[in-house]
Every structure is written in structure tokens, then in C-alpha cells.
């Protein structure tokens, strides 16, 4: 793997004791779930942390990309940037042999403490993102899941569940509660909101003490330009009144992230969305905005503490 040498000569301003500034008046935001690929060099993501009031990122890999690159990341900027081991593409839908093989080569890196989304049920998008069904019981998805449970990593799990059809719903809800019921001490994490309406989640959240919902594609600045049925958390720059009430029974249960995933979502489109999640925490109890914003996140991933 190529040395990245300037951030090597910029790392030493990340700092060792677990703290980055932030604007005053504003709270401290943790990034709990994005991807990068070729053409997002480390000094790009930290710059664009730093102006979105983002302190400490979760970063997984994905497209045509050392895998370890992540890892690299989080060796330069060990108080920003977590490793999450990455599982997606078509080694895993498809369980071709070096599947293990990259799992393994990623698992050997220490600076890899998280494990990124294991795509489950993934409608087609576009020309980008092909269809994906991958059952949680077959062999790919359980090395996956083992893996979180032996390393005490949150499982994030990738439902699109209002994508679905209704049996292909009604089934991968049964399998979704059926491994909550099986494991409920370890956390799971329902990345895009599983595409869940508010009574849907609210139904889960009563359910199972060990299910949250990484708010990822839940917003207008991401949703806007999409004609997939994201879940729709805002209205206005707020969040919306039947989430609100969701949100506000469970607070220790949503946890803050963006999820890029493309080159071109480190931009604008990221800033953009860090802005109004930070208007919208700030219209939320301290408590509650800095609960989601980043105290969850620090706690389920054991991540740097976050001092304002």
C-alpha cells in the first residue's frame, strides 16, 4: 500500500488525548458509518470532518480500493478515525472463496474496531448498485455476524425494508427479530432506519433492548435527488413530530451518520446534511441532541470520548 505522506506530516496535529474542537455553540458530532473510495485521500475526509463539526468517523472501504486503506486511515488519525471491516461487493453476495481471505487480511489490522454494513436486502440503484439478497442464515452473512459478536462489535445490519415486497418483508422482519431474540446483549444497528416508518421502529424499539437506528439517508439533502422510500425523519429542518416522540422515549437508541459512499458525497452534499443535523440536535433537549450526536456512538463502538 502507497504511504500517504503528507498526512503523515499533518497526523501529528490529530492529537493523543481523544479531543477535537468545535465551533462554540454547536455539538460535537460523531460520524458513525461512511465509506470511502479512490479519489477521498485522508487529508480530504479531515478537512471536510473539520468544517462539518464532525470530530471522530467511522470508515470502511468499498469499490476498487485497498481494503486496508481504512486501516491507514486510522493509524494517521487514530483520535478521528475508526477502521470498520468492510464485507460488501460481490465476494460476499456471491461467497466466493477469497471472501474469508479479505475478511481475514482486514481482521489482522488492529486499527479495525468496528465492523461496517452487511448488506442483507439491497434494492437495485440505478446503474450503481446492483440488487442484493443475501440471507442472514447463509454462510457469508453468519462469518460476518460471528465476527461482530466475538469482537463485541455493534452488527449492522442493511434491510431496505420498505423496498420490499410484503413476503419478502414479512420474512426478513422474522429473521431481523429472530437474531435479536437469539443475541440481546449484543447491539444491532439498523443502518438507513431499515427504511422503517415511526411506528414500525417504535414497535422494534419496545421490542428489543438491543436494537438502534443509524439515521444515514433519513434526511432531505440526501433523499431529495432519490426515488428509493427512505425513511423521512425530517420535516422541515426539524425532525418530525412522529419521530420526535420516537426519538424522545428512546433516546439511547438513534445514533448519528451519513454514510458516504461515492467520491463525490465528500463535498457538499456531506456539508450540507452535517448543517441541518446540527440545527436539528440543536432543537432537541442537550441531553437527547448530544446522546445522538455522539454519545451513543462513543459508548456502543468504545470510541474516543468527546469533550466539547
Do not use: C
Not at 483520535?79 to 481475514?104: C, Q, S, W, Y
Not at 469482537?151 to 420474512?171: D, I, L
Not at 429472530?178 to 449484543?186: F, M, T, V
Amino acid at each position: 500500500m502507497k504511504t500517504i505522506a503528507v498526512a503523515a506530516l499533518l497526523s501529528v496535529l490529530a492529537g493523543s488525548a481523544g479531543i477535537h474542537a468545535v465551533a462554540a455553540n454547536s455539538i460535537p458530532m460523531v460520524d458513525a458509518h461512511s465509506q470511502i473510495e479512490p479519489g477521498v485521500p485522508v487529508e480530504k475526509v479531515i478537512s471536510l470532518m473539520d468544517k462539518a463539526g464532525i470530530v471522530h468517523s467511522i470508515l470502511a472501504t468499498r469499490g476498487r480500493i485497498d481494503h486496508l486503506t481504512a486501516a491507514e486511515y486510522a493509524r494517521l488519525y487514530p483520535d478521528r478515525i475508526t477502521a470498520a471491516v468492510r464485507t460488501k461487493g460481490r465476494v460476499f453476495t456471491e461467497n466466493k472463496p477469497n471472501f474469508r481471505r479479505m475478511l481475514d487480511v482486514q481482521l489482522a489490522a488492529p486499527e479495525f474496531r468496528a465492523m461496517a454494513e452487511v448488506i442483507l436486502w439491497h434494492a437495485q440503484k440505478g446503474t450503481k448498485a446492483p440488487e442484493q439478497v443475501v440471507a442472514l442464515a447463509s454462510p457469508q452473512a453468519q462469518i460476518a455476524f460471528n465476527t461482530a459478536l466475538t469482537r463485541r462489535w455493534p452488527f449492522v445490519p442493511h434491510y431496505e425494508f420498505a423496498a420490499m415486497g410484503n413476503a419478502a418483508r414479512k420474512q426478513r422482519m422474522e429473521e431481523l427479530e429472530g437474531a435479536l431474540r437469539a443475541h440481546p446483549d449484543h447491539p444491532f444497528a439498523l443502518i438507513h432506519m431499515g427504511q422503517l416508518r415511526a411506528d414500525a421502529a417504535a414497535r422494534l424499539l419496545d421490542a428489543h433492548p438491543n436494537v438502534h437506528f443509524m439515521v444515514s439517508h433519513s434526511n432531505p439533502v440526501s433523499t431529495r435527488a432519490s426515488g428509493q422510500p427512505w425513511t423521512q425523519l425530517f420535516e422541515g429542518e426539524r425532525i418530525a413530530p412522529e419521530w420526535r416522540a420516537v426519538i424522545d422515549n428512546h433516546p439511547d437508541r438513534f445514533i448519528l451518520n451519513f454514510d458516504n459512499v461515492f467520491a463525490e458525497h465528500w463535498g457538499d452534499f456531506y456539508l450540507d446534511q452535517a448543517k441541518l443535523w446540527q440545527r436539528a440536535l440543536q432543537d432537541l433537549p442537550p441531553d437527547i441532541a448530544n446522546a445522538i450526536a455522539h454519545g451513543n456512538a462513543v459508548r456502543l463502538w468504545k470510541l474516543p470520548q468527546v469533550v466539547k
